[in-house]
């Protein structure tokens, strides 16, 4: 056993050095492939979590005409409160109103000073349960007796997830790209391999060599490109954690910071991509060149 282990190991390192130019190249496609796929999960995290915390904040505000009557402030109260999309409500009189403006605004003393307390509207204050649903309030309450104006952050939300959306498939789809380009690479290195070998090959098989003993030598060459490709791509995700997301998004002091726990969530999963690109690409070019 520890004979055939030495072969094996000897026959990878031979390869490895015989097509040292091809096996970089795949190593380093690899590499990029999957930091691409680790970058895409990380800022898609990044996203996510800068899109919790402001939905945490997204309210529908329902503007209510003055002097509304008793009747239709508890009617809509009371459909407010039955809507399930409605998470809780607070109600904002004229002068709550009031003081929030004057603390929004605390710097523009102009504006504030030509603002009374009875030129703003008191409102419901909705908070809903999932933020994507924030159209329903909208389409449910409009054209009621007692309503003023419903307001929404829509647009800006709206902006949130496509951007989310935009970088996240953009990534993916240079990913994928990268790694069926890693994958014809490493498939092309245990190519060169092979025809390397072919008369050695054939003595192996005229004696008696069984498929896998053949074979197996280019699976570890393809293996240990694809997962030193993939170990490469963890050092560069924590080298992007370190000074993107630890050293630049924390100067943005309101913005939320993904975790080392997010890093290490990744890191089967980028070993595990490695092994299957290796896998793959050694299965393609042994079926097709290496007939035995």
């Known amino acids: 056993m520890a004979r055939r282990l030495d072969y094996y190991f000897h026959e990878t390192a031979t390869g490895l050095r015989r097509n040292a130019l091809v096996a970089f190249a795949a190593i380093t496609t690899v590499f990029i492939s999957l930091f691409l796929l680790g970058g895409a999960q990380l800022i898609g995290r990044q996203i996510n979590l800068i899109i919790d915390q402001q939905t945490e904040r997204v309210e529908v505000s329902v503007y209510l005409v003055d002097n509304i009557s008793k009747s239709d402030f508890t009617r809509l109260n009371q459909m407010l409160h039955s809507m399930p999309q409605v998470e809780s409500i607070r109600y904002e009189t004229k002068q709550e109103a009031y003081q929030r403006f004057k603390e929004l605004f605390k710097n523009q003393p102009d504006l504030v000073n030509n603002v009374s307390p009875n030129a703003l509207p008191a409102s419901f204050r909705v908070k809903l349960k999932n933020s994507e649903q924030f159209g329903v309030i909208k389409a449910q309450l409009e054209g009621q007796p007692g309503i003023d104006t419903i307001k929404d952050q829509s647009e800006i939300l709206n902006r949130l997830f496509a951007v989310s959306r935009a970088l996240r498939y953009g990534a993916y789809g240079v990913s994928a790209i990268m790694i069926l380009s890693a994958i014809g690479l490493i498939a092309n290195t245990v190519r060169m391999g092979i025809f390397a070998r072919r008369k050695e090959i054939g003595i192996m098989r005229l004696v008696g060599a069984t498929n896998w003993f053949i074979r197996v030598p280019f699976l570890i060459e393809a293996l240990f490109e694809g ?66």
Do not use: C, H
């Open 227 to 292: 997962v030193l490709g993939a170990l490469l791509a963890i050092g560069g995700l924590y080298i992007l954690k370190n000074i993107f997301f630890n050293q630049f998004l924390p100067a943005i002091s309101f913005l939320p910071v993904v975790t080392t726990q997010d890093l290490l969530a990744l890191v089967p999963v980028i070993l595990l991509g490695g092994v299957v690109v290796a896998l793959v690409a050694s299965w393609l070019a042994m079926r097709r060149f290496l007939e035995v």
